[in-house]
């Protein structure tokens, strides 16, 4: 049932288990973005709707831009097409029905009252194309009393209680320090996207999908959620503690910290014998992790101490050797060039542009994709033209409509 996106690519574009199929990606910022790039590298044709003259808001989240291009929307925007679209004017929304006619996915962002106005709900774009899988993400999801309330990434980690539980003991909440919700959330999207392309495929039905933000980190927050509800005490920040095992945290090495991360009583065990702290190992009330962590203080104060007393590279040497799960608190500048990440092929250079401009692939690997798919992101507006020729526009339609603004091109095409 799917239908097959004939238009031609690169010849050595590398294919993926979503080949074929064609999602219009009108989501902007981060979460939609990401959602749109993970099925894109899976195979997809993605078609980026974007509003005229400036497109997606994360084109302009700078500093730093390398060659005029945000660095933050190059990573999350490769192996995409780029189409303008004026959505105020009758024949820009009849170009976009026109497109979702051919589409199997449909991702976007926008206001519920605005989809609806335009046209464009849900309800309305199902009815005219059954088979459309649906992606409704949003700060705070569809229903319930706040849906209409505008979403990011730092509103959701602070409503969703991680920030209270992140940040030093003793201090203030703090947010972690990355797009976490966004890219949780779009890969959470591109899960149920692909859930529901099994069963486009085989009842020929399509789906409506609601994602959001504040769902997403409720998820995150799952363990914690869980064991307050069970009885545990109000969580607080804690420092990079665990709430439940009892070592599970950084420590200070002689030159710099380290992590450490004890996950049963048997590598307990040769924790103690390996950092030369054997009465910790053998003493009986500390032979479970509910012992332990009824006398985490203590026992994580001696281990501070002996961890003090030598280099980094030593420990984790000393620890690895005894398979204790141990790591360095890395800079980006260590992670950029950290042998396992550079063996994996994760950061990935965009075709094309400046040797700092980067993205990072997708968290996964197919057997039956060697290689991973790495276009550059798109120019604002870069495919309007072939994408309205596909849909049955002629040149000269073309034209009429980029003269009244009803679509962009782009503007190297506009300059000729």
């Given at each position: ?302 281990v501070a101490r002996r961890l003090a007393t030598r280099p980094a590279a030593e420990w984790l040497r000393l620890l690895a050797d005894v398979e204790v799960p141990a790591a360095l ?88």
């Amino acid at each position: 049932m799917i239908s097959l996106d004939t238009s031609s690519g690169p010849v050595d574009e590398p294919s993926g288990p979503l080949d074929g199929v064609r999602v219009v990606d009108m989501t902007t910022s981060y979460a939609g973005p990401t959602a749109a790039m993970y099925l894109a590298d899976l195979g997809a044709t993605v078609i980026k709707v974007e509003r005229p003259g400036s497109g997606d808001d994360a084109r302009s989240w700078g500093p730093p831009f390398v060659d005029g291009v945000s660095a933050w929307f190059a990573s999350a925007n490769r192996n995409k097409r780029s189409v303008v679209l004026n959505l105020s004017a009758p024949e820009g929304r009849e170009v976009l029905l026109r497109l979702l006619d051919t589409a199997d996915v449909f991702l976007q962002n926008m206001n519920p009252a605005k989809l609806s106005r335009i046209g464009i709900d849900g309800e309305t774009l199902r009815r005219r194309n059954p088979r459309l899988v649906y992606c409704a993400m949003s700060g705070f999801g569809l229903t319930g009393p706040d849906s209409d309330l505008p979403g990011y990434d730092l509103v959701a980690q602070a409503r969703s209680g991680l920030m209270s539980v992140t940040g030093e003991k003793g201090g203030a909440p703090q947010r972690v320090s990355t797009a976490l919700s966004d890219v949780a959330t779009g890969m959470a999207a591109a899960i149920a996207v692909n859930a529901a392309l099994v069963r486009q495929c085989r009842t020929g039905q399509g789906d409506a999908i609601d994602v959001s933000l504040l769902d997403t980190d409720l998820a995150l927050m799952a363990p914690r959620v869980a064991a307050f509800l069970a009885g545990e005490p109000e969580p607080a920040p804690s420092g990079g503690t665990d709430s439940v095992l009892a070592m599970y945290q950084p420590f200070e090495a002689a030159d710099r910290t380290i992590v450490i991360a004890i996950g049963n009583d048997s590598m307990w065990q040769r924790f103690c014998g390996a950092i030369e702290l054997p009465e910790l190992g053998a003493d009986p009330g500390l032979s479970d992790n509910a012992s332990r962590r009824a006398d985490r203080s203590r026992i994580t104060e001696l281990v501070a101490r002996r961890l003090a007393t030598r280099p980094a590279a030593e420990w984790l040497r000393l620890l690895a050797d005894v398979e204790v799960p141990a790591a360095l608190v890395q800079t980006l500048s260590e992670v950029t060039k950290d042998p396992q990440v550079v063996a994996r092929g994760a950061i990935l250079p965009v075709p094309g542009g400046h040797d700092d401009l980067v993205s990072v692939r997708s968290p996964f690997r197919l057997a039956s994709q060697e290689k991973p798919r790495n276009e550059r992101f798109p120019a604002l507006g870069a495919d309007t033209r072939t994408t309205l020729l596909d849909l049955g526009y002629t040149q000269e339609q073309i034209d009429e409509l980029a003269a009244a603004r009803v679509i962009g091109l782009e503007t190297a095409e506009v300059a000729s």
